[in-house]
């Protein structure tokens, strides 16, 4: 083989090298950008934490991962960042509680990942977050009152049979759940669950909810809000519920209800102020 054969080999070689190595970092840039990927918050400020929370996260981190998301979890409220959240395709905030946020940067940073499109999913107690904040409330959809006595059984009637967080459920759902109450709930919400409230033992149920909504209470919905998207429920007090097949789907349903177009953060149009009502 001649001098200049070998050199055209090695030269052909190289170049395979490098496409090959070139086609790889592209595959591999492809395959991250097409990741979604889901903050796990779990801050609580001073008041009553509950002991679900690592539960939760073990639950929502296999039954996500499992549908090709990246999991981050944090209790940290100074990854309410801009530059952080843009990463993320949806916040959980999973039994969050009273005070959610330090600083009104923080709450600014989450307000304008909303505004600019943004998902979130909010579980159980992560509704009596940010109680002085009425913007909050009106983003999850309502903000907690009181729940009736204990932890009991009562049936759930399912509203809406279309959404992916409650197809898998029957009609009438017999559930042991703390029932909850919330006051000043967003007019905008689809209900996809109600609690019937016959099946409530609750002695002052009659001073609130009433018969503002009849005999049904909305325990769980989805709507959109200031440019963002948002599902909640108020189930999820114990931990074991965690394992029960029926709340995970409910759960994962909601995640998918939230992430079910390419998230696209638009930045152009939202509040450079906190918006506080």
Same mark, same amino acid.
């Given at each position: 083989?001649?001098?200049?054969?070998? !050199?055209?080999?090695?030269? =052909? !070689?190289?170049?395979?090298?490098?496409?090959?190595?070139?086609?790889?970092?592209?595959?591999?840039?492809?395959?991250?950008?097409?990741? +979604?990927?889901?903050?796990?918050?779990?801050?609580? @400020?001073?008041?009553?934490?509950?002991?679900?929370?690592?539960?939760?996260?073990?639950?929502?981190?296999?039954?996500?991962?499992?549908?090709?998301?990246?999991?981050?979890?944090?209790?940290?409220?100074?990854?309410?960042?801009?530059?952080?959240?843009?990463?993320?395709?949806?916040?959980?905030?999973?039994?969050?509680?009273?005070?959610?946020?330090? =600083? $009104?940067?923080?709450?600014?940073?989450?307000?304008?990942?909303?505004?600019?499109? @943004?998902?979130?999913?909010?579980? /159980?107690?992560?509704?009596?977050?940010?109680?002085?904040?009425?913007?909050?409330? +009106?983003?999850?959809?309502? =903000?907690?009152?009181? /729940?009736?006595?204990?932890?009991?059984?009562?049936?759930?009637?399912?509203?809406?049979?279309?959404?992916?967080?409650?197809?898998?459920?029957? $009609?009438?759902?017999?559930?042991?759940?703390?029932?909850?109450?919330?006051?000043?709930?967003?007019?905008?919400?689809?209900?996809?669950?109600?609690?019937?409230?016959? =099946?409530?033992?609750?002695?002052? +149920?009659?001073?609130?909810?009433?018969?503002?909504?009849?005999?049904?209470?909305?325990?769980?919905?989805?709507?959109?809000?200031?440019?963002?998207?948002?599902?909640?429920?108020?189930? @999820? /007090?114990?931990?074991?519920?965690?394992?029960?097949?029926?709340?995970?789907?409910?759960?994962?349903?909601?995640?998918?209800?939230?992430?079910?177009?390419?998230?696209?953060?638009?930045?152009?149009?939202?509040?450079?102020?906190?918006?506080?009502?």
């Amino acid at each position: 083989m001649s001098n200049q054969t070998k !050199i055209n080999v090695k030269n =052909t !070689i190289v170049i395979l090298i490098v496409g090959m190595t070139l086609a790889s970092l592209f595959s591999f840039s492809r395959q991250v950008q097409s990741e +979604k990927r889901l903050l796990v918050y779990t801050k609580n @400020g001073e008041g009553y934490v509950h002991d679900n929370i690592a539960k939760s996260i073990e639950m929502i981190k296999g039954k996500a991962t499992s549908i090709g998301f990246v999991v981050d979890v944090s209790n940290d409220p100074q990854v309410m960042n801009e530059g952080n959240l843009k990463r993320y395709d949806a916040l959980v905030f999973s039994n969050t509680n009273n005070e959610a946020f330090d =600083t $009104d940067k923080q709450k600014l940073a989450f307000q304008r990942y909303i505004q600019a499109g @943004g998902r979130l999913v909010t579980i /159980h107690s992560a509704c009596g977050s940010e109680r002085q904040w009425p913007w909050f409330w +009106k983003n999850v959809g309502g =903000t907690f009152y009181r /729940h009736a006595p204990g932890g009991q059984t009562f049936d759930i009637k399912r509203i809406d049979s279309d959404n992916p967080s409650t197809s898998h459920l029957p $009609d009438v759902w017999a559930w042991e759940d703390e029932c909850y109450y919330l006051k000043h709930l967003n007019p905008d919400i689809n209900v996809l669950l109600a609690a019937d409230l016959r =099946t409530v033992e609750d002695e002052q +149920k009659d001073e609130y909810p009433g018969q503002v909504f009849g005999n049904y209470f909305p325990i769980s919905w989805c709507h959109e809000f200031d440019g963002g998207r948002q599902w909640h429920t108020s189930l @999820g /007090h114990k931990i074991e519920y965690y394992d029960n097949p029926a709340f995970q789907n409910h759960i994962l349903g909601g995640i998918k209800w939230v992430t079910q177009e390419e998230l696209k953060l638009d930045y152009s149009k939202v509040a450079t102020q906190l918006i506080l009502d």
